[in-house]
């Protein structure tokens, strides 16, 4: 087996690429975990439903001494029913329901942060390590909002992070804005597993949350970043080559809030030949930001 000291400074670094672009995203916990215990958990959880199905005794399975045995098959009613897999702990609908309540209760963006951080009816949020919320000047009325948390966002806690955010600030920069000068956020509060696309049910569930965020900001523009996030607002199944670069106008606490669609910072690092496409939109998101007073020429 090769050890690290075996490697010199190149080959290190190019192991480490390697298992970034597979997709490891860390190589150690922050804490120990006993994947050990947290297996016989998973075991002893399994248990009931397994002994459930077996609970059935065998004489009603077969006929008594004497008895006639009036079927080849056994009564479909008596059948034990089949195992169900995990269900979640509130089903969708009611889930939905609970996120519009704590939403609309919320009076605040502090309010509403608390409200999300204590929400436990979306699965994602078990699988997350951050809550990632609105971050940014609330009354700039300037709006930027992102698909969903990457790892770098769940890994520090604050939404455009990482590699991708160090681009996001510079596009930022060259239409003369920052992240304090404006209201930063995600469509989706918790990281996906995997980075996979959010499904029906957890958008429906997270809906509430996002648009609670835009009904209290109460922004004037609104920059989406991304096809998912795109898709979410505009209703719409094309990708975000055609999405992107016209101002629509989404409705939102009954007000319409000018909204344009641009890539995603993400995007523009994989291929970086659409920051041609980025700049335009950028210039566009400029020039209505100035419309409405909202930057100095």
């Known amino acids: 087996m090769i050890s690290a000291n075996d490697l010199s400074p190149a080959e290190l670094a190019a192991l480490l690429h390697f298992h970034a672009d597979a997709g490891v995203e860390w190589l150690l916990e922050e804490e120990a975990v006993d994947r050990f215990a947290e297996f016989e958990e998973m075991k002893a959880a399994r248990r009931p439903a397994a002994q459930a199905q077996q609970e059935r005794p065998i004489a009603e399975q077969r ?54 951080e204590a929400f436990n009816g979306c699965n994602l949020k078990h699988s997350a390590r951050s809550t990632i919320f609105a971050d940014g000047d609330a009354d700039s009325g300037i709006m930027v909002i992102g698909s969903a948390p990457s790892a770098e ?39 996906p597993p995997g980075n996979r ?4 049910a957890e958008m429906d569930i997270c809906r509430p949350f996002i648009e609670r965020q835009i009904a209290l900001a109460e922004p004037q523009a609104i920059l989406l970043l991304g096809n998912f996030a795109a898709r979410f607002f505009f209703g719409e199944n094309d990708t975000i080559h055609g999405l992107r670069g016209r101002w629509r106008e989404i409705a939102v606490a009954e007000r319409a809030i000018p909204t344009i669609a641009s890539l995603h910072p993400q995007d523009l690092l994989t291929a970086p030949v659409n920051k041609r496409l980025a700049w335009n939109d950028l210039l566009a998101f400029q020039a209505k930001l100035k419309s409405l007073s909202l930057l100095r020429n």
């Open 197 to 200: 696309a959010p499904s029906p």
């Open 153 to 191: 966002d769940d890994r520090e806690g604050t939404p455009f992070s990482g590699k991708s955010g160090q681009l996001f600030d510079k596009m930022l920069a060259a239409i003369g804005l920052n992240r304090s000068s404006v209201l930063l956020t995600q469509v989706i509060p918790w990281r």
């Open 63 to 116: 006929p008594l001494p004497g008895e006639r045995q009036t079927s080849s098959r056994p009564n479909a009613a008596a059948r034990p029913a089949p195992a169900s897999g995990p269900q979640p702990a509130i089903p969708d609908g009611e889930a939905v329901q609970q996120a519009r309540f704590v939403a609309e209760a919320a009076r605040s963006l502090s309010e509403l942060k608390t409200a999300i």
